[in-house]
C-alpha cells in the first residue's frame, strides 16, 4: 500500500511538532523515520495510526483519505517498544487477540496464528507465557500479533530499544526478514542511524519537525542534502574544517594554511564554508600535489587490521583512516588529499550544500 500524506502538521498548544510534513512511501517498501529524540518520529506514526488527530494536512493510504478515520478503520498493525503482551495469555492466545476482537471463528484465528508464529520463528513457544519468553521472543510475539490480521500498514515504533546490543542486531535482521516475507508496506521509527541504514529501502531523516531529506540509505551517506545530514550519518562522524574561500583557495579559521582546491570552483571569494570530510576519504599525497592540505599528525590509533590517524589542519582537529603501510609518525606533517566520494562543502551559516 503507498502511504501519502500531505503537508501534515502537528501543534499541540505553540508548539509544532511536525511542520508541513509531505511524503509518498512506496507499496511493499520498509521506511525508516530517523532522527534525534524530539524531531517528530514518533508523533508521525501516531498520526499514521489515527493515535493522534493532524492540525492540518491529509494522510492517504492509496486512494483513500484516511486523515479522519479512527485507528481501527485504517488497517495497520501497530508494534511498540514495550510489545505490551497480555500477561494472562499464552503466545498463541496473544496472537490470536486481534482476530478475536474481530469475531474470527476460532478454528481460523488458530489456523491463521499458527501461520503467522512459524513465519516469525515462534511456533514452537505457542503454549507459554509472555514471562517465559526472552526480550527477543517476546518481540517476535508482537510482531505476530500485529501481522496476524492481515495490515494494510505496519508501523514499529523503537521496537529494538529495549534488547542488548547483540539481540538488537539479530532482531533487526528479523524484522527485515519478515516484511520481505509478508510484503507489508512497514514504518519503522528509530534514532539509531546503524539500524536504519542496514535494513531500510528509504529512510526519512528529521530535525525540529522538518523532513531534511528522504533517500535511499546509501544516497543519504554520499550525497547528504544539508550539513545536518552529513553530520547526522557516519561513524565516526564527518570531519568539518572550517575555512574561508579567497579566490578559489581555502584559508583556515587561523588563516595559517591556504590551499588551493578545486572542489571550491565557482564558490564566491569571502564565502564562509565547511569543508566536511568522511573519514575514509582522506588519501596521503606526495609533496607538492595540487589539490591537497598540509595536515600535523598529533596520534596514530591501531585496532587491527584500521590505523586512525588524528591531525589538525590550521588549529582544526580531524581524524582520518589511514594505511598502516603509511608508517606515519605523531609529530610528522603530511600533504593529504581527497578521494570523489565522501567530500563536501557546506555553507557554513546555513548549512546549505554549495558543492
Not at 484516511?66 to 498463541?92: C, S
Request: charge should be negative.
Amino acid at each position: 500500500m503507498q502511504v501519502k500524506l500531505k503537508d501534515i502538521t502537528k501543534k499541540f498548544g505553540s508548539f509544532t511538532a511536525v511542520n508541513t510534513f509531505s511524503v509518498t512511501l512506496e507499496d511493499g517498501e520498509m521506511i525508516c523515520l530517523l532522527g534525534p529524540s524530539g524531531c517528530g518520529k514518533s508523533t508521525i506514526l501516531n498520526m499514521l495510526s489515527g493515535i493522534l488527530p493532524v492540525t492540518s494536512g491529509e494522510i492517504w493510504f492509496d486512494d483513500d483519505n484516511v486523515t479522519k478515520d479512527p485507528p481501527e478503520e485504517r488497517g495497520i498493525g501497530l508494534v511498540f517498544q514495550n510489545y505490551a503482551l497480555y500477561p494472562h495469555m499464552t503466545v498463541l492466545e496473544n496472537i490470536c487477540f486481534p482476530l478475536e476482537i474481530k469475531k474470527i471463528p476460532k478454528e481460523e484465528r488458530i489456523r491463521r496464528a499458527t501461520e503467522m508464529a512459524k513465519i516469525v520463528h515462534v511456533d514452537q513457544l505457542l503454549n507459554r507465557k509472555p514471562k517465559e519468553l526472552s526480550g527477543g521472543q517476546q518481540q517476535r510475539v508482537a510482531i505476530a500479533r500485529a501481522l496476524v490480521k492481515q495490515p494494510r500498514l505496519l508501523l514499529l515504533d523503537e521496537p529494538l530499544s529495549n534488547l542488548d546490543a547483540r539481540l538488537r542486531l539479530e532482531m533487526r535482521e528479523e524484522i527485515r526478514r519478515i516484511q520481505l516475507e509478508t510484503g507489508v508496506t512497514a514504518i519503522f521509527v528509530t534514532h539509531d542511524q546503524e539500524e536504519a541504514m542496514a535494513i531500510s529501502d528509504h529512510i526519512v531523516l528529521m530535525k525540529d519537525g522538518v523532513m531534511q531529506q528522504y533517500d535511499k540509505p546509501q544516497d543519504l551517506y554520499d550525497s547528504p542534502a544539508n550539513q545536518f545530514v552529513a553530520d547526522f550519518l557516519g561513524n565516526p562522524p564527518i570531519n568539518n574544517l572550517p575555512g574561508t574561500v579567497k579566490n578559489g583557495e581555502f584559508v583556515t579559521e587561523d588563516g595559517s594554511v591556504y590551499a588551493r582546491l578545486s572542489i571550491l570552483d565557482g564558490i564566491p571569494s569571502g564565502k564562509k564554508i565547511n569543508l566536511s570530510v568522511r573519514s575514509e576519504s582522506f588519501v596521503p599525497m606526495p609533496d607538492g600535489a595540487p589539490d591537497t592540505v598540509p595536515c600535523v599528525c598529533t596520534g596514530v590509533y591501531t585496532m587491527g587490521k584500521d590505523e586512525t590517524a588524528s591531525f589538525t589542519l590550521g588549529g582544526t582537529p580531524f581524524h582520518a583512516y589511514i594505511d598502516q603501510e603509511q608508517g606515519l609518525k605523531e609529530g610528522q606533517t603530511i600533504r593529504l588529499g581527497f578521494k570523489k566520494r565522501g567530500v563536501f562543502v557546506f555553507d557554513r551559516e546555513s548549512g546549505v550544500r554549495l558543492k
